[in-house]
């Protein structure tokens, strides 16, 4: 008994020891699966960006935090609904304003590639492809477990296979990336969110992550607790929740879209975070088994969730019936396409994935679970029943300028933010606020405490602000908007209000009779707070700290612009902004650090460019002190000031031959300074310059020299020249130096190489300085040896315009300065004919469309003339005088046809007046610089007048790619092959 | 062929259906269109009504499957696989007709001939 009792109580022991040891071996096993599935999963979420799949992964982990943080913000914020709208905002001003290609909130500034749905999605799907492949090896371990947990073979079971034709569904729906699970399906949406460039879709994702968050944290009653959390707060923000339905309702069809993308957004994510967040966290194989069923329920239930919040029961409808309709997308959903076909296609490019990310859970029924199922049921009713309410309904435009002066805060920004999304492109929206006085009310929430007011009221006035009806300009200055905007750009540190004032003042700064105030009250400021901190200039630097580099920064952007277009009001303008503090002394080192950094393209570089270009203008009569500098001759003629009126005087009583001779001495005294000049000979400063006489020293000429021969962007090519051109024409002596700096810092040739540009107005721009810098004498003779072939390839041959097709202006131009170079020098006037230059220039003169083309010429050809040496040789090649006459008829006879003196009578036309003054007195000159600056008053005027003028462009290029361009006066007609 | 956005339009339509043709990872058509509601209509050398903002086919590239199905330059496109395209931007034109996912299109053109033709053939 006692031996059995020992012998079974031994082997009760045994059995014990064993089936501890087999446990042992279970567990070691299972340890190892589970280390398996980990590990795989880790490697599937590795592909993907890993700070994002750890913020979605780890349940309980810093980044969630974060991410709740982030949702209580948005929570603080008027309503979910708001602060959507708020990310979706920098789309919408930016589109408003003409600072568009960097607009962060532009989800479409995609690459236009031929068949990809676009070009970020198609990157993004690359990576998810990688992803794809690793989880789908999960599933593959996954799917041969069978529902009790035991192995499955592959394929045979009916859950595998199943999976399978889901798969090929949804291939064949294009979808290919769609991997098989939900988790996978969601980590795509978030992938392709990172892909996505800019910040507000970072935002988003803080947000959603909060929004999976809530799926997340308790993965069994996430159902409910995340509608709490998700939408509970959201309703108690909106005020009145009236204008929240607005997103529902159909009274704006077209405006919709600006909140709707943002509203279906966050849907994905969500719909990502809980799965993914759910299988990492419970990594243990044997729990996938029940998993997947809790997953698809996850995804269902935030989705429906997401609907509810977002309370856009449009949206809802459509992400539901796109799943739906998934199979057969080519079925159009009757009403949306013809309604608002534009939404339905921002669906499409917001969230490329909406139609395969949103779909794949739904399309998975394997993973339903019933339980949380009928927890859905019974929610989807009430947010049925919400949508329907009879009670919500759109406030209309009275009531939400009333709600703008609401005692409460949130209602007020709510109200901000409505009514800029209500002006969007909506010009009579934005006459109707000016007529119900709601202007006034938003200049005044400019002073609002609250962040969150002033920054709807500025982004609201930036909506209104923009488009070509200036009343609304008028209205903003009226009620004393640009003060407020600058204090408020004064006092706010915020990165996003400061963009936004800027851009507003940018958009005020286009209507002439407002620049001036901009520049009163303004000018100094901007300066101080966004220009000279962001040009990384400093007054006083710090002997160890390396220079700064330049941030081209929206805000930088946005403020060199406004400044740009102020520059061109008059020489007033001009005085103010070169003595403006810093000023010019930031711009010159914002561009020094452009060069250096080979960025010369952007935006911001041309704006530079633009405002040195209009400062440098008339500089040698404007500046202090511009007296002492006069050249001898120059200060004789022009001994007491009044220049403008010096040149009438000229015209009448200097006779022409005696203004050529003037000129010719000079021209040789000119010639005799810069022989020394080169061996030496530059003034030497006691101190360095800084402010408005670093414009004309001739250490810019390296400057704008570097950036003829870097950029690509034709505005700032054209202003390079430009500022060069202006610099150039003076009468003083620091223009005698610049045209010497140019030759010697190998100036000549950058230009005569821009000749061939295909931009009409680099072109242009380019020639008239070489034309001015043909005033040196030895400039002269190197253009006239080297530029002649490219200036003459410039003219339209008898057959055709040139092949650029360049306008009557640049024609016109080109032929002036060919008749300058040719003047006074035989030998450039041999080269013209050897160039067959005379070739072309008999066919315009015989038989051009234009006057002044037909003009300019003839009187080039007359000069050839009028060199005796030449007419044996053009007699050879067959040309005779009649050739070279015939324009005189048009063309008043001068004494020997002079073309000096033939040019007075056309001195109302002032291209062609700019042929002849050359040749007179300094006056001349000086009138040929304001003829020529034409060109350079264009080019001054250009950025103000490109404003008005282009943004109707701009503005039909909604949200396209041809933003980019939209600068253009006339963007050429968009062609896509398809 | 003027309308008024938003009203009916009565138009002869022929139906093209083209099928993609695969060029490595893209899927061709081998036309180009033109025009959209943000471009500039007067731009459009296809167009009768220089306000028209329709998607125009601009070039058909010869041999391919726009040209097999009788696709032809100056065709506006009025509906793409049931969309409607007479009110889209350029952009969104585009990707209607580039979907991955599809490798068959079906349009609705008008072209000007067309509607000469069935006039007359009407009146006859």
């Given at each position: ?5 020992i ?7 045994a059995?014990?020891?064993e089936q501890e040891?087999?446990f ?16 795989q999963?880790?490697?599937a979420?590795?592909p ?9 992964a780890?349940g309980?982990g810093q980044?969630l935090a ?13 309503g979910n609904?708001?602060?959507?709208a ?7 001003m ?6 568009v ?8 500034s995609h690459?236009s ?8 999605t ?8 990688k992803m794809?492949?690793?989880?789908t ?17 592959d394929?045979?079971?009916p ?10 569904r ?26 996505g460039?800019?910040?507000?879709y ?5 947000h ?5 968050y809530?799926?997340a944290e308790?993965?069994d ?5 995340s509608?709490?959390i998700?939408y ?5 923000y909106?005020?009145?929740n009236s204008?929240r ?7 704006l ?15 994905v994510p ?16 044997e729990?996938f088994?029940?998993e997947?069923?809790?997953l698809?329920?996850?995804?269902r239930?935030?989705?429906v ?9 449009d949206y809802s409808?459509?992400t539901?019936?796109l799943p ?8 159009p959903?009757k009403?949306?396409a013809?309604?608002?076909?534009s ?6 490019e ?5 139609h395969?990310?949103y ?8 993973r ?7 927890r ?9 029943s ?7 309904r ?10 703008l002066?609401h005692?409460?805060?949130p ?8 009514l800029q ?9 934005k006459k109707?606020v ?11 929430l ?6 969150e007011?002033?920054?709807r009221?500025c982004?609201?006035l930036?909506?209104i602000s923009?488009?070509r ?10 009620c ?5 905007l ?10 996003e209000?400061r ?5 507003t ?12 105030v ?9 300066t101080?707070e966004?220009?000279?901190p962001h040009?990384?200039w400093?007054?006083e630097p710090n002997?160890?700290s ?15 612009g406004c ?6 009001d008059?020489a007033?303008?001009?005085r ?35 405002i ?8 040698h009569?404007?500046v ?20 403008p009126?010096r040149?009438?005087?000229?015209a009448?009583?200097f006779?022409s031959?005696k203004a050529?001779?003037d000129?010719?001495?000079q ?40 950036i003829l021969t ?10 390079a ?27 000549l040739?950058?230009l005569?190489e821009l000749?061939q540009?295909?931009?009409?107005k ?14 040196d004498?030895?400039?002269?003779d190197l ?5 002649m ?11 055709q ?5 360049l306008e009557?202006?640049t024609?016109?131009?080109?032929l ?13 006037a041999?080269s013209?004919?050897?160039?067959q ?8 003169s015989?038989s051009s469309?234009?006057?002044r083309?037909?003009?300019a010429a003839s009187?080039?050809?007359q000069?050839?003339w009028?060199?005796?040496?030449l007419?044996?040789?053009?007699q ?17 006879k ?10 007075y009578d056309d001195?109302?036309?002032p ?32 950025p103000?007048?490109t ?6 462009p701009?503005?039909?290029n909604r949200?396209s790619?041809?933003l ?15 | 062929?003027?309308?008024v ?9 022929q139906?093209?259906e ?11 058509l ?7 509601i943000d471009?500039?209509p007067a731009?459009?050398p296809?167009s009768?009504?220089k ?7 601009t070039?058909v590239?010869e041999?391919?499957?726009a040209?097999?199905a009788g696709l032809?330059i100056?065709?506006k496109i009025?509906?793409v696989?049931?969309?409607d395209?007479t009110m ?7 990707k209607?007709l ?7 299109v079906r ?17 006859a």
């Amino acid at each position: 008994m006692d031996d059995y009792d020992i012998r079974s109580a031994a082997s009760i022991l045994a059995s014990v020891k064993e089936q501890e040891a087999r446990f042992e071996r279970l567990t070691r096993a299972l340890e190892e699966e589970r280390r398996n599935v980990s590990l795989q999963l880790e490697r599937a979420h590795q592909p993907c960006e890993q700070p994002r799949a750890s913020t979605c992964a780890i349940g309980n982990g810093q980044p969630l935090a974060t991410a709740w943080q982030q949702l209580v913000l948005q929570e603080q914020s008027p309503g979910n609904q708001t602060s959507l709208a708020m990310m979706q905002e920098p789309q919408e001003m930016v589109e408003e304003t003409v600072t568009v290609e960097e607009d962060p909130g532009t989800p479409t500034s995609h690459v236009s590639i031929v068949t990809s749905e676009d070009g970020t999605t198609r990157r993004t799907e690359t990576k998810v492809t990688k992803m794809v492949k690793t989880v789908t090896t999960r599933t593959v371990r996954q799917v041969p477990l069978g529902p009790d947990g035991l192995p499955v073979l592959d394929g045979s079971s009916p859950l595998g296979s199943y999976t399978d034709s889901i798969d090929r569904r949804y291939l064949k729906n294009g979808e290919r990336y769609l991997p098989p699970q939900a988790s996978s399906t969601l980590t795509r949406s978030y992938n392709s969110y990172g892909e996505g460039p800019d910040g507000p879709y970072r935002s988003f994702h803080a947000h959603d992550a909060s929004g999976g968050y809530g799926g997340a944290e308790l993965p069994d009653g996430y159902g409910s607790l995340s509608r709490g959390i998700g939408y509970r707060p959201r309703y108690a923000y909106v005020p009145g929740n009236s204008y929240r339905p607005e997103d529902g309702s159909y009274t704006l069809p077209s405006r919709r879209e600006a909140y709707g993308p943002p509203g279906a957004q966050p849907q994905v994510p969500p719909v990502g975070s809980g799965p993914d967040l759910t299988v990492s966290s419970r990594s243990q194989p044997e729990r996938f088994q029940p998993e997947p069923y809790g997953l698809e329920d996850d995804n269902r239930s935030l989705g429906v969730d997401d609907e509810g919040y977002e309370l856009d029961p449009d949206y809802s409808t459509v992400t539901r019936r796109l799943p739906a309709g998934v199979p057969e997308r080519s079925r159009p959903h009757k009403g949306r396409a013809y309604d608002e076909p534009s939404e339905g296609e921002m669906i499409d490019e917001r969230i490329p994935y909406i139609h395969g990310g949103y779909a794949a859970p739904l399309a998975q029924p394997e993973r339903g679970s019933m339980a949380s199922i009928d927890r859905l049921g019974k929610r989807s009713p009430s947010i049925d029943s919400i949508r329907k309410d009879p009670r919500w309904r759109d406030p209309d435009l009275p009531e939400v300028i009333a709600m703008l002066s609401h005692p409460i805060d949130p209602v007020k920004s709510n109200a901000a933010a409505y009514l800029q999304h209500l002006c969007y492109e909506n010009d009579k929206i934005k006459k109707d606020v000016r007529h119900l006085k709601g202007i006034a009310i938003l200049v005044g929430l400019l002073d609002h405490p609250k962040a969150e007011v002033h920054r709807r009221a500025c982004g609201a006035l930036r909506n209104i602000s923009y488009g070509r009806d200036h009343e609304n300009k008028v209205a903003i200055k009226g009620c004393d908007g640009i003060p407020a905007l600058i204090r408020l750009l004064r006092k706010t540190s915020d990165m996003e209000v400061r963009e936004l004032i800027t851009g507003t003042l940018w958009n005020l700064s286009s209507y002439e009779p407002l620049k001036m105030v901009i520049i009163n009250h303004g000018l100094q400021t901007l300066t101080n707070e966004v220009i000279v901190p962001h040009s990384g200039w400093e007054s006083e630097p710090n002997e160890d700290s390396k220079p700064r580099d330049a941030e081209w920064t929206t805000v930088f952007k946005n403020t060199s612009g406004c400044l740009r277009n102020v520059s061109s009001d008059g020489a007033e303008a001009r005085r103010r902004l070169r003595e403006c503090d810093g000023l010019v002394d930031a711009l010159l080192h914002a561009l020094q650090s452009a060069i250096g950094k080979k960025d010369t393209d952007n935006k911001s570089v041309e704006n530079c460019v633009c405002i040195m270009r209009n400062l440098s203008y008339h500089v040698h009569k404007e500046v202090p002190g511009a007296d002492k500098y006069q050249e001898p001759e120059a200060s004789q003629a022009a001994s007491t000031g009044a220049l403008p009126r010096r040149k009438k005087d000229d015209a009448s009583c200097f006779g022409s031959k005696k203004a050529k001779e003037d000129w010719f001495s000079q021209g040789k005294k000119n010639g005799g300074m810069d022989r020394n000049f080169d061996t030496l000979d530059l003034p030497k400063r006691s101190e360095s310059a800084k402010g408005f006489e670093l414009l004309y020293q001739p250490e810019v000429v390296r400057l704008y020299l570097s950036i003829l021969t870097e950029s690509q962007n034709f505005n700032t090519l054209e202003a390079a020249a430009g500022a060069l051109q202006n610099l150039s024409a003076g009468t003083w002596m620091w223009s005698t130096y610049i045209r010497a700096m140019v030759r010697k810092e190998r100036g000549l040739p950058v230009l005569v190489e821009l000749l061939q540009s295909d931009s009409d107005k680099v072109v242009r721009a380019v020639s008239i300085a070489l034309r001015n810098l043909s005033m040196d004498r030895r400039n002269k003779d190197l253009i006239g040896s080297y530029a002649m072939a490219e200036l003459v390839r410039n003219l339209p041959s008898r057959q055709q315009r040139t092949a650029k097709n360049l306008e009557e202006d640049t024609v016109v131009a080109v032929l002036n300065t060919i008749h300058e170079i040719v003047t006074d020098s035989a030998e450039n006037a041999r080269s013209l004919v050897q160039t067959q230059g005379i070739q072309k220039l008999v066919g315009i003169s015989k038989s051009s469309q234009s006057m002044r083309e037909m003009k300019a010429a003839s009187h080039v050809l007359q000069m050839v003339w009028s060199y005796k040496e030449l007419r044996g040789a053009l007699q050879k090649d067959g040309w005779n005088k009649s050739h070279f006459q015939t324009a005189a008829s048009s063309a008043p006879k001068g004494p020997k046809g002079t073309p000096g003196k033939a040019g007075y009578d056309d001195s109302t036309l002032p291209l062609v007046e700019k042929t002849h003054d050359g040749y007179s007195t300094i006056d001349h000159r000086e009138r040929k610089y304001r003829a020529g600056d034409p060109s350079g008053d264009a080019s001054e005027k250009e950025p103000l007048k490109t404003d008005p003028a282009r943004k109707p462009p701009h503005r039909s290029n909604r949200a396209s790619v041809n933003l980019v361009d939209g600068r253009d006066p006339k963007p050429p007609p968009v062609d896509s092959w398809v | 062929m003027s309308y008024v956005p938003g009203q009916p339009v009565t138009a002869v339509v022929q139906r093209v259906e083209i099928h993609k043709l695969r060029q490595g990872e893209n899927l061709i058509l081998g036309f180009s269109i033109g025009g959209g509601i943000d471009q500039d209509p007067a731009q459009n050398p296809f167009s009768e009504d220089k306000t028209d903002k329709g998607i125009y086919v601009t070039r058909v590239s010869e041999g391919g499957p726009a040209e097999v199905a009788g696709l032809q330059i100056g065709d506006k496109i009025m509906q793409v696989n049931g969309w409607d395209m007479t009110m889209v931007t350029h952009d969104q034109a585009r990707k209607r007709l580039t979907k991955r996912s599809e490798e068959v299109v079906r349009l609705l053109v008008t072209r000007q001939g067309l509607q000469k033709a069935v006039q007359q053939s009407m009146l006859a």
